[in-house]
T-cell receptor, first 116, second 114 residues
């Protein structure tokens, strides 16, 4: 298995531009998570999906952020418009869902976003 | 509400010595507890988890962790540290009363000196 795949690995953009981050979860996993990691705030859960349905988006910082999961093998995180404070490493993770949270998550390599 | 505390930002240990990375948690109901490791420029990687049963859990790369319900702790340990163990370690908790949300600690950076 190739693991969780994220693209692009690095993204440099200018303030105000739209940014789209992509994730392909591990085949057979039905939960998908988007995280953001910064030195100041650590690892933050932005949103997670179960069976392609958003379950909790309380971590999405503001309306500029949106996430979709149109099918079991693909998810996007979009920032529009982007701002310098959005600069961070964004991770996607997937797991086999359960009703109890007992299953570990598998993380992708991350996308390092720099907004100038 | 669930929470995880990793009281040490950094732990320094000499190669060959035992290491401990501390974690305490707060959760209603019985917890599921996890340890992850992050190497530079990589995503988090699962090390081990406690679900139920034996309080001592063994995981990857010779790591183990001990669940202590009375102290609400889940410390990560290794009998003999390697330089290659130097990384960022995260403790995480979820609960077994429903829901998929896992809460991660702030992370502890481990430095192993040769």
């Amino acid at each position: 298995d190739a693991g969780v795949i994220q693209s692009p690995r690095h993204e440099v953009t200018e303030m105000g531009q739209e940014v789209t981050l992509r994730c392909k979860p591990i085949s057979g996993h039905n939960s998908l998570f988007w995280y953001r990691q910064t030195m100041m705030r650590g690892l933050e859960l932005l949103i997670y999906f179960n069976n392609n349905v958003p379950i909790d988006d309380s971590g999405m910082p503001e309306d500029r952020f949106s996430a979709k999961m149109p099918n079991a093998s693909f998810s996007t995180l979009k920032i529009q418009p982007s701002e310098p404070r959005d600069s961070a490493v964004y991770f996607c993770a997937s797991s086999l869902a359960s009703t109890s949270g007992r299953n570990e998550q598998f993380f992708g390599p991350g996308t390092r976003l720099t907004v100038l | 509400a669930q929470s995880v505390a990793q009281p040490e930002d950094q732990v320094n240990v000499a190669e060959g010595n035992p290491l401990t990375v501390k974690c305490t948690y707060s959760v209603s109901g019985n917890p599921y507890l996890f340890w992850y490791v992050q190497y530079p420029n990589r995503g988090l990687q699962f090390l081990l988890k406690y679900i139920t049963g034996d309080n001592l859990v063994k995981g990857s790369y010779g790591f183990e962790a001990e669940f202590n319900k009375s102290q609400t702790s889940f410390h990560l340990k290794k009998p003999s540290a390697l330089v290659s163990d130097s990384a960022l370690y995260f403790c995480a908790v979820s609960r077994n009363t429903g829901g998929f949300k896992t809460i991660f600690g702030a992370g502890t950076r481990l430095f192993v000196k040769a």
